[in-house]
């Protein structure tokens, strides 16, 4: 079978390859599979690429965000409905599950699937059988479910949050994506991808990135995972003027982070830079706080210190940012 899906999934790293192994291996099998991982990282790639490895390849790929739902409607989107079942159906409707029958059912934010709904997803796992709201009877169908989520799903789990029989049933397999920064050797591989992929659909002949262009797209930290670094890319190939990007095309705050950390008073540097734009400042800010954070494993005092400012600012500023 052709695997032209998987070769879009670019990774040189040690922890990537591995990533691709385990997609290659788990693909056949017809297990669920749970996918973890920051925003931005691949999960719905790497369902894709388990999805067309896989015999169902040539059945639906059916994927549903269970954030994006309003809560009451996720039960009639993954299940169905009878007609008038409720206000508002004044059809029959097939839900996901159905839609997604011989082939793949992807459940992106699985962790904000309402408490009351586990028990009946726990139960479409196990028994294959799934009822549309306002029906008594149940249909059969052949679903492999990949799920995944952004969200620490052990923590919910022990918090209550997720039931701990659904995880298990979902959790046969688990791929970690690990954030772009843990793996910056693949930064490059990834950029030079993207670039060639949006200059020919931009119709310009780009080749390559400035020393200085590269060297800050490799600093960077990509809170954004690959889909910041795509997004840059794209936006950089729109802006490039000659046959290579240039530090300049990149986004103002790759070039701020930068300073950021090679700076000790960071923030000065950055107000100076571009006073007009303080939303970015913000922004900015925010994530630098959080970054300091995270490297001081939340300690406040540390954190505090780190920045240059006192607890009691930190403290303030760290309500405005996560209130
Ligand atoms: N390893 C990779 N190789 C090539 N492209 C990648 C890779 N990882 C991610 N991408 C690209 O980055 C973008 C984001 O990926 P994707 O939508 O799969 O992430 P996600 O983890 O589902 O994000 P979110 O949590 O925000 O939904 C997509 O355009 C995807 O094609
Ligand atoms: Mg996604």
Redesign the pocket.
């Known amino acids: 079978m052709q695997t032209v899906f998987s070769e ?4 040189a790293t040690p922890r ?1 390859q591995r990533v691709l192994k385990l997609v290659e291996k788990i693909a056949p099998t017809d297990s669920p599979v749970l996918i973890t ?1 920051e ?8 369902a894709r690429a388990i999805h067309y490895q896989s015999r169902r390849s040539d059945r639906p790929f059916v994927a549903v965000n269970a954030a994006a739902l309003p809560e009451n409607l996720v039960e009639s989107e993954l299940f169905g409905h009878a007609r008038g079942s409720f206000t508002g159906a004044q059809h029959e409707k097939k839900g996901l599950f159905e839609e997604a029958d011989q082939g793949t059912l992807f459940l ?1 934010e699985v962790g904000e699937i309402p408490p009351g709904l586990q028990v009946k997803l726990l139960r479409v796992l196990q028994t294959g059988e799934v009822r549309r709201v306002g029906e008594n009877h149940a249909r059969m169908v052949d679903v492999r479910v990949i799920a ?1 989520t ?1 969200k620490d799903l052990v923590q919910a789990r022990e918090s209550g949050e997720f039931r701990e029989d659904l995880y298990y049933r979902l959790n046969v397999f688990q791929i970690e ?1 690990p954030p772009l920064r843990e793996r910056r050797e693949d930064i490059s591989i ?1 950029a030079l ?1 993207f670039l060639t992929r949006y200059s020919r659909r931009l119709g310009k002949s780009l080749d390559g990135f400035s020393p200085e262009a590269q060297a800050l797209l490799v600093g960077y930290d990509y809170p954004g995972n ?2 910041e670094l ?1 997004n840059a890319v794209q936006r950089a190939v729109t802006l490039a003027e000659g046959r290579t990007v240039q530090a300049s095309d990149l986004p103002p705050w790759m070039h701020l982070s930068a300073r950021l950390l090679t700076e000790p008073a960071g923030a000065r540097v950055a107000a100076d830079l571009v006073p007009e734009h303080d939303m970015l400042l913000a922004e900015l800010e925010k994530r630098h706080i959080l970054r300091t954070l995270e490297r001081h494993h939340d300690n406040m005092s540390r954190t505090a210190r780190a920045l240059g400012i006192s607890r009691a600012t930190l403290w303030r500023k760290l309500k405005t940012i996560r209130p």
């Open positions: 879009d999934i670019l990774g990537m991982g925003s931005g990282t691949g999960k719905e790639l790497v992106d995944a952004n994506l990834l991808y690959v889909r795509e």
